[in-house]
Structures are given as C-alpha cells and as structure tokens.
C-alpha cells in the first residue's frame, strides 16, 4: 500500500517568514494529494489539493508543488500569522477512493 | 450549507459496552469515508461507503467493527465488546462522488474507553 511521510515532525517559524513542509510518497499510481490542517480538537480541513497533471497551486498565501518522478511534493506557506499554527497533515490517493496520510507537522508561528 | 456532522463529539464506554458514532455527510454528498486517529497520528482509512453499500471495508478490523450508511439517516460506525485500544478519534469524512477527490471532514468523535 501506499506509504507517506512527512519532514520535519516540528517547525517554528517567526511570524512573516515562509514555511515549507514536505512529504514523500511510494506509490507512482497516486495521483491526487491534498493537504490538511487541523486545529485542537478539530476535524481536518481541507486548504489545497493538487492532481499528478499539475506541477504547482496556488491559493493566496498557500501554495503545493509535486515531483512526480521524486515522488514529493510540499506546501509553502508565505507570510505566516499566529493563526497559521496548527497541525498539518498530508495524504495521497491510494486506489480509488482511500486517502493515505502522513503524521503531520505541527507548525508554530511566534508572534 | 452545514458541513459534516458527527455525534457525539465525546463518548466514554467501559470495556465490553458497544459504541455507535453517527455521521451526517455534507448536503448533496452520498459518499462516506470513516478514519481513525490515534494520539499524534495521522489518520488511518477504515470503511468507505455509498448509500446501502459497502465499497471498501479493507482498513476496518474483521472483528467488532461494522459499519452501514442506510437509504435514510446517518452512516454509522459500531464497535462491539470496546476495549482500551479502540479508545482514539474516529472522523469521517464525506465527498460528492467516487474517484480520488476532496473529502470533506466532520469534527470527529472522541471515544474513551474506561
């Protein structure tokens, strides 16, 4: 099956400054991976997806890229702001219908 | 448009009891996906179900767990006989058709087994 993980585990960043996570993936017939982030005691929310026939998103201040034949791909955040921290999680499609995740990456913006 | 719901949020359960956790998919959505998260995991694929049917049931335990999305009502996941182990975040998740696509994820329900 499809395994995915994610660098690094923890990332502090001053507020403003850009943060990169990434993931790797193994499976090459995966081709949809969204990114999601979940606040305490939440449920995850979906912030930006990108399909293997795309290099790179963007939305606002989020932005993913994918590297098909390394199989990775990673979300930038620019910008960042204290309402930025939280934990992040990425997955990959695995068959039809499952999502594989990563274990997240807890973010932390200091103001 | 409400999103996903899910109830309860918390549940505890002594060993041996059942647990039922109840999921609302989003308005328009008959596509429904049951996760589990353990503490400082990500979230681990059970079951995925359409309205009245199974499709994917590779993730979830043979044993103890079930789960069903009628023609009417919630999708409902069942765990017979809890014990300790089960005790995580159960979250589903929802989407408006089939193939890799957005899910959309409810709040998710905490079950604690004592």
């Known amino acids: 099956g499809e395994n995915v993980e994610q660098h690094p585990s923890t990332l502090s960043v001053q507020e403003g400054d850009s943060a990169v996570i990434k993931c790797t993936y193994s499976d090459s017939a995966s081709n949809y991976f969204p990114w999601y982030k979940q606040e305490l005691g939440k449920g995850p929310q979906l912030i930006i997806d990108i399909r293997s026939n795309v290099g790179e998103k963007k939305d606002q201040r989020i932005a993913v890229t994918l590297n098909k034949t390394a199989k990775h791909f990673s979300l930038h955040i620019t910008e960042t702001q204290p309402e930025d921290s939280a934990v992040y999680f990425c997955a990959a499609s695995e068959g039809n219908n499952r999502l594989a995740f990563g274990k997240g990456n807890q973010v932390v913006v200091i103001p | 448009n409400a999103g996903v719901m899910q109830n309860p949020r918390h549940l505890v359960r002594r060993r041996g009891q059942e647990a039922r956790l109840r999921c609302s998919p989003m308005k328009g959505h008959s596509h429904v996906y049951w996760y589990r998260q353990l503490p400082e995991e990500g979230l681990k694929f059970m079951v995925y179900?359409?309205?009245?049917?199974?499709?994917?049931e590779s993730g979830m335990p043979k044993e103890r767990f079930s789960a069903e999305f009628p023609k009417e009502g919630p999708s409902i996941l069942r765990i017979q006989q809890v014990v300790r182990g089960d005790s995580a975040a159960y979250f589903c998740?929802?989407?408006?058709?089939?193939?890799?696509?957005?899910?959309?994820f409810g709040p998710g329900t905490r079950l604690t087994v004592t």
């Open positions: 179900l359409q309205k009245e049917n199974i499709i994917d």
């Open positions: 998740a929802s989407s408006p058709g089939q193939g890799p696509i957005e899910q959309y």
